[in-house]
């Protein structure tokens, strides 16, 4: 213990301790999230076999054939990412012959790299308390953490879209419009939610959020913004969705009608990339939602028993780190297969619906709620806030005939020499 000790003390005459910290959380969790977009691939085949009465995956075991399946190991489908990943290495890397060579090859690391760098912010474990003072469980603590989150959340729209029109074939441009117009639209009133909670919370840090939701409300729920903002979390969720082209929001891939979408013209390790950086804007929309909405690494009730009565400290030892880091973890978990089931429940909407959901829908809603959280925080009813919720729906309610609807999506169409749609005169 000794040795260690002097160890730590010789680092830290060198280097920050916080920054080693970093430095470890950031390798850490970029291989945890790695690993878990393999398994979460096989957790939604498995939930879109129980939502359609299949048995899903169940057959490519982790024995690679040295133990027979009928000896029992080796079940469950364990194996299937693994036998996924093998397939998109020894599948042919085909660019066809019109494209442009260097933006085709770009566009899939344009995808993927913003969303690597969304973690950033993420405080995973609250702090940790040593004798070498508070040292913070995430890989950059700065007081504009939330604005950076959403920043490098942007940006990923231009892989998709450099992507789209370097592939030269107009299935994919009608892919990249779609995810443009799309992420510009829904960005609009994820933005005004963020704002909601900025004004709650004072502070656009991310460890200051959380910090915000460790206590509970007069009627012993936990101080959580889902509870005190549940219209926001609502949008808030719905525009996560969208932002990354999850069912019903999958526009830009849809099969029915654009092959593939944006991805049609890639293969192999390149497809897979694209496919990597879908699932880890899924992870990152599941942990910024948690720390903005969930009380990030708060453990409601239980707390109270582990730490005698009072609310989970921020600053914590090991294994009080640890215990956070499986909370947060289990929460991000749990809101992954809630979009899983999303995805698998509700039918794919049109464009005009998904445009005029935006337009028509949520943006109106998040002004007025970000409308009312001003006038709340101003005169101090920070306490009621899902009062203010209600006078939103109910005013949404009561605007809504009022809102101009534009024509029918489903007229019938004049044409000229058709019986079921004659031209008129």
């Known amino acids: 213990m000794q040795f260690f000790i002097d160890t730590i003390n010789s680092i830290n005459a060198v280097v920050p301790l916080q ?16 690993g878990a977009v393999s398994y979460l691939i096989l957790l939604e085949r498995k939930i879109a076999s ?42 042919e890397d085909y660019n066809p012959g019109k494209v442009d060579r260097s ?11 913003p969303a690597l760098l969304g973690f950033a912010i993420i405080p995973w474990g609250g702090e940790l308390f040593s004798q070498w003072g508070t040292l913070a469980i995430t890989v950059a603590d700065f007081n504009v953490g939330v604005v950076y989150l959403l920043a490098i959340g942007s940006l990923g729209v231009y892989g998709v879209a450099i992507g789209a029109w370097a592939a030269n074939n107009k299935y994919t441009f009608l892919g990249g ?4 117009a799309q992420m510009l639209s829904y960005e609009i009133p994820l933005g005004l939610c963020v704002l909601c909670i900025l004004l709650m919370a004072g502070s656009s840090s991310a460890g200051d959020i959380i910090a915000e939701q460790v206590s509970y409300t007069s009627t012993f729920l936990p101080n959580w913004n889902i509870f005190q903002q549940p219209l ?6 719905t525009c996560s969705l969208a932002e990354t082209n999850r069912a019903p929001f999958d526009l830009a891939e849809c099969e029915q009608e654009l092959i593939g979408g944006f991805h049609t013209e890639y293969s192999s390790m390149k497809f897979a990339l694209f496919f990597l950086a879908e699932y880890f804007h899924m992870i990152t929309a599941c942990a910024f939602f948690t720390l903005m ?20 400290p921020v600053a914590a030892n090991f294994l009080g780190v640890l215990l956070k880091v ?24 049109r464009f005009d619906q998904l445009m005029r ?34 006078i939103v729906i109910l005013v949404g309610l009561g605007i809504a005939p009022y809102i101009p609807q534009g024509p029918d999506p489903n007229r019938r169409v004049p044409l000229k020499g058709s019986r079921f749609s004659p031209a008129v005169d």
């Open 19 to 34: 920054i080693v910290v970093s430095v470890l959380v950031a390798i850490t969790i970029m291989h945890v999230c790695l």
């Open 357 to 390: 959901l935006a337009w028509r829908s949520l943006i109106p809603l998040s002004i007025l709620l970000l409308l009312m959280t001003g006038i709340w925080v101003y005169y101090g009813w920070t306490s009621h806030f899902w009062v203010g919720n209600i």
């Open 232 to 237: 926001v979390a609502v949008l808030f969720f």
């Open 177 to 180: 419009l779609r995810a443009t």
């Open 50 to 91: 129980w939502a359609q009465d299949r048995i899903g995956p169940n057959r490519v075991g982790l024995t690679f054939g040295l133990v027979p399946h009928d000896t029992g190991k080796g079940m469950f489908g364990l194996g299937q990412p693994l036998a996924d990943g093998i397939k998109f290495l020894m599948k």
């Open 103 to 113: 933006l085709f090859v770009l566009a899939p690391a344009l995808s993927v790299i």
């Open 326 to 349: 499986g909370v947060f973890f289990g929460k991000v978990t749990a809101l992954l297969a809630l979009m899983m089931w999303i995805r698998w429940t509700l039918p794919r909407l």
């Open 293 to 312: 909405f969930l009380g990030g690494w708060h453990l409601p009730y239980l707390d109270l028993l582990i730490y005698g009565g009072s609310a989970q």
